[in-house]
């Protein structure tokens, strides 16, 4: 429970106040990131759509659908050619979409959540080992938010809020108090459904802890793990009913993200580079990336988001509460802050030895740079603020 905590919080608690600030910027994201400065805002941009593109989310569909719909069932089949295909399809499909797409994506969420919400309750009703497992990594909690950036929800979440606005907006909801209530209603039932099938994953795993005792947690391979447990509950045809769902939404997954990343770095360039140019280079980077498997996508992925996230999130908490700060120089204290301790303190996990930001409060629950980057706010408040040319938008800024 410790660790899942800290999961939740990092997971759904970040992506329900994203969701939150982007419904009061009525769905133009760019105005959470502006209030930061000109540069920052585009750096972090930047940065969230190459974490959310091709660097990490992209290529992670590829090899989740490898390794669990095709390697436990062809276990010979070559991954490769696997990510040649994948890609393929999702290049084809981005660039001429198809209805196949829409209706793969509304059945299949639903789907997917009555598949592993029975798994779930296989798992409660016959428990495959007892809980009382003794925890094999220190500082539980933090683990718990480190897994949680891993998922890319509150970043997901700001990048696709206007999809939910627009689509309002389409069905006939005008009134901007209207839209802010029913996108946060529609939020808390993605977010119940997240709690739900977290917590009932993160119990089936704890429930086979005894299986990879003296076993380190670097070696144990997340998708092998749900495949196992999977197996052991329902059996082969349990894995290959995941397998295939599973498949189907990183798929549709995919072709989401290469087409939201493409629209963005076109509009980053003004147009020089085209649509579908930028849609080939996605994939075929994506493509490669994703034979280096899951577990060192995430483990790549863990110093990137984990310098990311904390300059998102303040930004997105100080946007909550935008209309009554009126000096901008707020927001670029505490977000610069949080930026400078989020990198000293990834590159001190990385060998670089830094003691002191250890001895920040909340260290030990992976929040030292909350404290730092509230002072850091104060102090910027104190700085003048001079009217310059104002921006509402990164998209006034291209």
Request: charged share 10%; net charge neutral.
């Amino acid at each position: 429970m410790t660790g899942f905590s800290g999961f939740i919080i990092a997971d759904v608690g970040l992506a329900l106040l994203a969701i939150l600030a982007a419904a009061k910027c009525q769905g133009d994201v760019n105005k959470i990131l502006i209030r930061s400065g000109k540069r920052l805002s585009l750096i972090l941009a930047t940065g969230i759509m190459i974490c959310l593109g091709p660097l990490l989310a992209i290529p992670r569909t590829g090899a989740t659908t490898f390794e669990m719909g095709i390697q436990p069932i062809f276990s010979g089949f070559n991954p490769v050619i696997f990510s040649v295909l994948f890609f393929g399809l999702t290049l084809i499909l981005t660039i001429k979409p198809s209805k196949v797409v829409d209706i793969i994506g509304q059945y299949l969420t639903p789907v997917l959540l009555i598949t592993l919400i029975f798994l779930i309750i296989v798992g409660v009703i016959s428990p495959l080992g007892d809980l009382n497992q003794a925890p094999v990594i220190s500082n539980v909690f933090s683990e718990g938010i480190s897994q949680g950036y891993q998922t890319m929800d509150p970043l997901g979440a700001i990048a696709l809020s206007a999809v939910v606005i627009i689509s309002l907006t389409q069905k006939g909801y005008t009134e901007e108090s209207e839209k802010i209530k029913l996108t946060l209603q529609a939020g808390l039932v993605a977010a119940v459904a997240l709690v739900i099938v977290y917590g009932g994953l993160t119990y089936l795993g704890s429930t086979v802890a005894h299986q990879y005792t003296g076993i380190s947690t670097t070696d144990i391979n997340q998708t092998s793990l749900i495949v196992s447990i999977t197996e052991q509950l329902l059996g082969n045809p349990g894995k290959i009913v995941l397998a295939i769902i599973v498949g189907l939404a990183c798929l549709t997954t995919s072709i989401g993200l290469v087409s939201a990343t493409a629209q963005f770095f076109t509009k980053l360039s003004k147009g020089v580079i085209k649509y579908e140019t930028i849609v080939i280079a996605v994939c075929v980077f994506s493509a490669f990336v994703s034979n280096f498997g899951v577990s060192t996508i995430i483990l790549f992925a863990q110093p990137i988001l984990s310098i990311i996230y904390p300059a998102t999130i303040v930004l997105v908490i100080m946007t909550l509460f935008g209309h009554k700060i009126k000096n901008d120089n707020t927001f670029k204290g505490a977000t610069y802050v949080a930026l400078f301790i989020s990198i000293l303190t990834v590159a001190d996990s990385m060998g670089l030895a830094i003691p002191f930001i250890h001895k920040l409060p909340l260290d030990s629950l992976g929040f030292n740079w909350v404290i730092p980057s509230i002072i850091g706010g104060f102090i910027g408040n104190l700085v003048p603020y001079r009217e310059e040319e104002q921006y509402d938008s990164i998209d006034e800024i291209l």
